[in-house]
Structures are given as C-alpha cells and as structure tokens.
C-alpha cells in the first residue's frame, strides 16, 4: 500500500533495484480488467511516449518509438474496448505499453507526469492514467509551441496532415482532446472536484514535491509558475467549452 505523506508530497520514483530482470506480459490474464484500466494504462503510454520524445535531450530513436506507441493505442484501444477478450488486440496494446516504457527508459519525462502527481497526491483515489490524460491536451498546447515536428510527427496515426507548425497547437491540443473523448475519456479537473482555488496549490506541490523539480526541467518550455499554473487551468473544463466562453465573454 502507497501513502501520501502529510505534506502532500508525491515524488517520481524511477531505481534500478524497482525494475525486474524478467516480466512476463500475458495478455490472457488481461481480458478481464475493467474497461476504465484498460483506458488509463493506455493512455499513460501515450503519455510516456509523449513526454520521452519532447524532453530536452529527445533522441530520433524516441521519436520512432514514440509513433509507433500512439498508432498501436490509437488502433488496438477502440478494439478492445468493443471486445474485451481479443487475445490478438490485447496483445498488440501489452506491445505498445512494451515500446513506450523503452522510450521513456531510454529518454525522460516531463510536464504531464510532474503536474499529474500533485493532482494524486492531493486526491489519492484518482487513478494515474486518468489524471494524465485530463492535463495532456493542455500540455501538448503549449509544447508544441517549442517541438511541434516532433508531436506532429508522434500524433500523426491519430491527426494527419499535419505541418508541423506552432500555429497548430490549439488545433492538435483539441484533436487530442477529442480523441480522449472518443475512448471513453471524458472527465476532466473540474469533475473530479478541482476548481481555480486549488491552482496555486497545485503549483506549488509541483515545484516544491522531491524530484519533480528534475522532470520540469527537462521540459521544452520552462516550466516556470505561471505555464503550470496556466496548464492545470486550461485543464479544468473541456478546451471547446473554454472557448464557447472566451467568445461569448
């Protein structure tokens, strides 16, 4: 059982000693896990990939590893959602978790999960994969300002014909968004029960939390107080309703 301690402290921890010398992934043993696990463990890889190709010292190999993760999520995920105890389908989506935790072994993480662990340590019944995908469109928003090649090349299985341009980032943030939506991801900040009155908190636990301090600053945009802060906002409602209300305000 894992504990959060008194201040709220939800550290990244990544030893060699954690990791076994041999796994054995069946996905026989997966068919019956609840639909919402399904989600969120794919999810998280996306999200490994995400961050693993972005991160200031990104090498191609990340990259490649990186499309290849989101093509297999974003094919193997609705499949398996329809039918739960397709061995092949499973199977395909144990090989993308397999080549997303490559990635990340051989890169380093980011934004999604430094902000991601002050929202579990805050709230201990959010689950992981759930708490990334609520924050990663923002995210993705304001990264791609700085690698927008690199996530238009990764996102491409799922949003084609992209140019690679800064001036994209609203559209793929919202295309991402939309694709969360379409695997049954649909909560986010404000539905767990975040609101703007918890933003400053949230800031803080992310600067101040051991070892978080390290994957910020492996971001492609400092990740200075005010882009946390404007990450975890962005996060709180859908991105279309945010801008149903920009232009209505």
């Not at 499949?79 to 397709?86: A, G, I, Q, S």
């Not at 389908?89 to 662990?117: C, K, P, Q």
């Not at 793929?172 to 695997?183: C, D, G, P, R, S």
């Not at 918890?198 to 992310?206: E, I, R, S, T």
Request: aromatic share 8%; proline share 7%.
């Amino acid at each position: 059982m894992v504990t959060v301690s008194e201040d709220e402290y939800k550290p990244a921890i990544a030893y060699d000693c954690i990791y076994p010398k041999y796994a054995i992934d069946d996905p026989g043993l997966m068919v019956g896990l609840p639909e919402n696990q399904t989600r969120f463990v794919s999810v998280d890889a996306v999200n490994h990939v995400t961050e693993a190709a972005t991160f200031l010292a990104s090498s191609p190999f990340s990259v490649l590893t990186a499309k290849e993760t989101i093509e297999l999520v974003s094919e193997y995920l609705p499949r398996v959602l329809e039918n739960p105890k397709d061995i092949e389908v499973r199977y395909n989506l144990t090989y993308a978790s397999a080549v997303a935790g490559i990635s990340f072994d051989n890169g380093l993480l980011h934004y999604t999960h430094a902000l991601e662990h002050p929202l579990s340590a805050v709230k201990p019944e959010l689950a992981h994969g759930l708490g990334l995908a609520m924050i990663l469109p923002a995210v993705v928003k304001t990264i791609y300002l700085a690698v927008p090649q690199k996530l238009a090349e990764i996102y491409s299985p799922i949003i084609p014909n992209l140019k690679g341009i800064p001036e994209e980032a609203e559209k793929v943030a919202t295309a991402i968004e939309k694709w969360l939506f379409q695997v049954g991801i649909t909560d986010k900040l404000e539905d767990l029960g975040f609101t703007e009155a918890d933003l400053d908190k949230l800031v803080k636990l992310a600067q101040k939390t051991p070892s978080l301090d390290l994957l910020l600053s492996m971001a492609p945009i400092k990740a200075s107080p005010e882009v946390i802060y404007k990450i975890y906002k962005e996060s709180l409602k859908p991105m279309k309703q945010q801008e149903e209300t920009q232009k209505t305000a």
